[in-house]
Every structure is written in C-alpha cells, then in structure tokens.
C-alpha cells in the first residue's frame, strides 16, 4: 500500500472539512473514562482527534504512514500542550511501545486496506496491542455511502485551497482522483497556486465481512450502529463499530 495523503498533507485538513471528529470524541467519552486509558489512533493523520484525545486519556500514541501528516499532527500537539507519541508505521504491521487500552481507526482507514487478507493482517496487528479486555474503535464506509460516491464529482473552492475529486465505483471499489490547488504567495499581488495530485483506492467492506474478519483475529464485535446511532446499518453512511478483544 503506497504512502497516501504526503502530497496532501498541507490541504487534508481543508479535503477533511466535514470529518467526524467531534461525533467520534462524544462517541468514545460516552463510553469510557479517557483520562484511565492508554488510546492508540492508527491512521490519525494530522492528530486532530488526536491530540483532544491525547488531552485526556493517560496516554496516547498516533500512528501514520505519512511522515508529512505526522509532522502537522506534531505540531499541533505542541500548540495545544498534548503530550502524545507519533510513529510512522504501517498499520498491517503495527508495534506499539506498549499495550494499549483502547485502539481507534476513523475517517475510513481501513477501507484503504483494498483486499481482505490486508484487513484481516492489520486486525490481528491491532489486536496483538491490546490489552485483554482493550476494545478496538474503528469505522468503515457504508452502503449509503458507496451509492453516493456513483454521483462521481464533487468541488470545493476557498480563498486558499481549490479542491476537485472525482470517484469512479466499481462494484466493491471506489477510484478516488483528487486535484487541489493550494494558494503558496502572491506574486505581483495576484495568488500563487501549488497543483496537487493524488489517485487512492478504496475497497467497501460488508459488516459480515468484517465481522468474520475481527474474529479470525481474535476480536468480538459488540457494537456496531450507522452514523453514531442516526441511521440503520443498511441504510448508513458510516459504520461505527467496536470490538473487544477478551
């Protein structure tokens, strides 16, 4: 799997406008004392999650392959006064510092993994960092999701960032081409943009699939639910699922 989002690093945070950070930060506060945890974030980007989870919890790693968005994530840690411990790695070959009470995976991650025995390697990665009794808090798209990605294009345009994203789904997968043009300086005082280019690859998992998958790796799934309880697993854009490892 190639190093996705370096090239963007400097405009994910415009691409990841509308992320569900707070709904997952609620989420997880509802369920559990964060400042008795130790909390893993594999694929967490530029720490925004992060680093309001890595203000409570005991202590908090973020993990990425991107070492370009792990250095933003950095950043904002030190701003906001979070102590958290970043490592570039590979989530299908995740080793943590220590064990870890809760592991969390958002914003579609792992439908990066495009084939089964990828997901079914990183779930027995990520369970092999947990805890016995540690829960693993993940999301993957949704079928309402995978219909409305046919729709194919959508833009974004501000002062300082122009996003274009076309997506192409085939069956279980979905071709992401994403064009940005982000404002550097002025030239003349007229704006200089910088063109950015990336192509991923997604691939729509099923809930039974990763159901089956979660228990090969020795996880029990004990809660899943469409967009934090809003829709039906059959109808949702997001599936919000945790397991545990017993």
Not at 54 to 61: L, N
Not at 158 to 187: G, K, M, P
Not at 203 to 225: C, D, F, H, K, S
């Given at each position: 799997?190639?190093?996705?989002?370096?090239?963007?690093?400097?405009?994910?945070?415009?691409?990841?406008?509308?992320?569900?950070?707070?709904?997952?930060?609620?989420?997880l506060?509802?369920?559990?004392?964060?400042?008795?945890?130790?909390?893993?974030?594999?694929?967490?980007?530029?720490?925004?999650?992060?680093?309001?989870?890595g203000?409570?919890a005991?202590?908090?790693?973020?993990?990425?392959?991107?070492?370009?968005?792990?250095?933003?994530?950095?950043?904002?840690?030190?701003?906001?006064?979070?102590?958290?411990?970043?490592?570039?790695?590979?989530?299908?070959?995740?080793?943590?510092?220590?064990?870890?009470?809760?592991?969390?995976?958002?914003?579609?991650?792992?439908?990066?993994?495009?084939?089964?025995?990828?997901?079914?390697?990183?779930?027995?990665?990520?369970?092999?960092?947990?805890?016995?009794?540690?829960v693993?808090?993940?999301?993957?798209?949704?079928?309402?999701?995978l219909?409305?990605?046919?729709?194919?294009?959508?833009?974004?345009?501000?002062?300082?960032?122009?996003?274009?994203?076309?997506?192409?789904?085939?069956?279980?997968?979905?071709?992401?081409?994403?064009?940005?043009?982000?404002?550097?300086?002025?030239?003349?005082g007229?704006?200089?943009?910088?063109?950015?280019?990336?192509?991923?690859?997604?691939?729509y998992?099923p809930?039974?699939?990763?159901?089956?998958?979660?228990?090969?790796?020795?996880?029990?799934?004990?809660?899943?639910t469409?967009?934090?309880?809003?829709?039906?697993?059959?109808?949702?854009?997001?599936?919000?699922?945790?397991?545990?490892?017993?």
């Amino acid at each position: 799997m190639a190093v996705l989002y370096d090239a963007f690093a400097d405009v994910y945070d415009a691409l990841m406008a509308d992320a569900p950070y707070a709904e997952w930060q609620a989420f997880l506060e509802e369920r559990y004392r964060l400042d008795s945890l130790d909390i893993a974030d594999i694929g967490c980007g530029t720490g925004v999650l992060t680093v309001e989870l890595g203000r409570q919890a005991r202590f908090c790693i973020g993990v990425d392959q991107s070492e370009a968005m792990l250095s933003i994530a950095q950043e904002r840690a030190m701003a906001a006064g979070a102590r958290i411990v970043w490592l570039t790695q590979d989530m299908r070959e995740l080793r943590l510092p220590r064990p870890v009470d809760l592991a969390i995976a958002t914003c579609d991650v792992l439908n990066y993994l495009t084939c089964e025995d990828d997901l079914r390697q990183a779930f027995r990665a990520i369970a092999n960092t947990l805890r016995n009794g540690g829960v693993f808090a993940f999301d993957v798209i949704g079928p309402a999701r995978l219909d409305m990605l046919q729709h194919g294009y959508w833009h974004q345009v501000d002062d300082d960032v122009v996003l274009l994203h076309e997506t192409d789904v085939q069956r279980d997968w979905v071709r992401h081409e994403v064009v940005a043009f982000a404002r550097v300086q002025e030239v003349a005082g007229e704006p200089l943009y910088r063109r950015i280019e990336e192509r991923h690859q997604q691939r729509y998992y099923p809930l039974a699939q990763v159901q089956e998958a979660l228990a090969a790796a020795g996880l029990q799934l004990i809660e899943a639910t469409g967009d934090f309880g809003r829709q039906s697993v059959e109808t949702a854009d997001r599936l919000v699922c945790r397991a545990v490892r017993p």
